[in-house]
């Protein structure tokens, strides 16, 4: 038998929490450095990269690969509630948090349920915003405490001026970013029927373009779960 004495090990210094990368998606240069300033006050989130647009951003996503893009709700090239699903879908490992003035209700349901996993208001964003992003990457949900209760207090409401519930279905995945053949798919219609939907849908509501109706469905909380 040896002689040597049995010496217990140290135990293991616990790991360093892993580092958030993050892409930060706003037009206003201003609020970008005062979000890069909020959220490196953590040390284990990470900027990696900022951009002006939902172009720039795209392309900063694909190059960088962040666990979380914060993404403002209203850009120049485009209203990003409408690219959400196509974001989520082509980069299924990047959450998004939207961060917004928007304050309605209609807006926050349409985020949440085109698949962002957190919504902040740009108020809100030096006491939010962290934890926000933190919950995102985890996988978990983040709604201002305010904003969820009028959420909770405002149920949306039925279909409005005289859509019947197919053209409903229709048009609540229009704003939702499907194209028209993927509706088809969905829904079990030819790529026509799609099509004459959504012409009966414009006409009704004298809508032309698919901004127009996104902002339709939002002012009418369309965007629900279903």
Do not use: W
Not at 43 to 71: F, M
Not at 125 to 142: Q, S
């Amino acid at each position: 038998m040896s002689d040597t004495a049995f010496i217990p090990s140290e135990p293991e210094a616990s790991a360093p929490e892993a580092t958030i990368r993050v892409v930060i998606v706003d037009d206003h240069a201003v609020v970008r450095r005062g979000l890069r300033q909020v959220l490196e006050a953590d040390a284990t989130v990470e900027v990696v990269a900022e951009a002006a647009s939902l172009t720039d951003g795209r392309r900063y996503v694909l190059g960088h690969h962040p666990h979380v893009l914060v993404l403002d709700l209203n850009l120049p090239d485009g209203l990003s509630l409408d690219s959400i699903p196509a974001l989520r879908s082509e980069f299924p490992n990047t959450q998004i948090v939207v961060l917004t003035m928007q304050s309605e209700p209609a807006y926050a349901r349409g985020a949440l349920s085109a698949g962002a996993l957190g919504y902040v208001l740009k108020e809100s964003a030096e006491t939010e915003l962290v934890e926000a992003v933190h919950r995102a990457a985890r996988g978990d949900t983040f709604l201002n405490p305010r904003l969820g209760a009028k959420v909770a207090a405002e149920p949306p409401p039925g279909p409005p001026d005289g859509l019947t519930e197919r053209e409903l279905e229709v048009l609540r995945r229009i704003a939702l970013g499907y194209t028209n053949g993927e509706i088809g798919e969905q829904l079990f219609l030819s790529v026509r029927t799609v099509e004459t939907h959504r012409a009966h849908i414009q006409k009704k509501l004298s809508l032309n373009t698919r901004a127009e109706l996104v902002r339709y469905a939002l002012r009418h909380g369309l965007l629900t779960d279903e």
